[in-house]
C-alpha cells in the first residue's frame, strides 16, 4: 500500500524554524519526483518545492525560495522541508507528494501528484 506520512509541523513564532520530514512506504517502483505543498485556511493549495527523483533538481515557488529548503534522505525513504524564517503567512496545512512516471514536468505544479499524505499543521504567530 502506498503511503505518505508527513510530521513536524506545529506552533513557531514568526521568524524561527520547523522542519518537516514525510516518510514514503509502499512503493514498489521508483518515483519521479517528490515535493511540498500546502492548504492555508480557506484558500487554494499552493505547490512550494519539488525534488527530481532522478537528476536532484529542486524547483521552489517563489514565496518560499530563499527560505525553504527541500532535501532527501533515501535511506531512510524520507524527504524533509527546512522551514525557516517563517511567517504567518507560512501558517497552513503542510502535505508532501510524489509523481509517477509520466506525471512530472519541470517545476512544482501539485496538479501533477499522483499520491499525497494527510499532512500536517503550521501555526506561525506574529
Known amino acids: 500500500q502506498l503511503q505518505l506520512e508527513e510530521s513536524g509541523g506545529g506552533l513557531m513564532q514568526s521568524g524561527g524554524s520547523l522542519r518537516l520530514s514525510c516518510e514514503t512506504s509502499?512503493?514498489?517502483?521508483?518515483?519521479?519526483?517528490i515535493g511540498w505543498f500546502r492548504q492555508p485556511p480557506g484558500k487554494e493549495r499552493e505547490g512550494l518545492a519539488c525534488?527530481?527523483?532522478?537528476?536532484?533538481?529542486?524547483y521552489y515557488v517563489d514565496s518560499v525560495k530563499g527560505r525553504f529548503t527541500i532535501s532527501r534522505d533515501n535511506a531512510k525513504k524520507t524527504v524533509y522541508l527546512q522551514m525557516d524564517n517563517l511567517k504567518p503567512e507560512d501558517t497552513a496545512q503542510y502535505y508532501c507528494?510524489?509523481?509517477?512516471?509520466?506525471?512530472?514536468?519541470?517545476?512544482?505544479?501539485?496538479?501533477?501528484?499522483?499520491?499525497w499524505g494527510e499532512g500536517t499543521p503550521v501555526t506561525v504567530s506574529s
Open positions: 525534488l527530481d527523483n532522478s537528476s536532484g533538481a529542486t
Open positions: 509502499g512503493f514498489t517502483y521508483d518515483y519521479v519526483a
Open positions: 507528494g510524489v509523481f509517477l512516471p509520466g506525471s512530472f514536468q519541470p517545476g512544482c505544479d501539485y496538479y501533477g501528484m499522483d499520491y
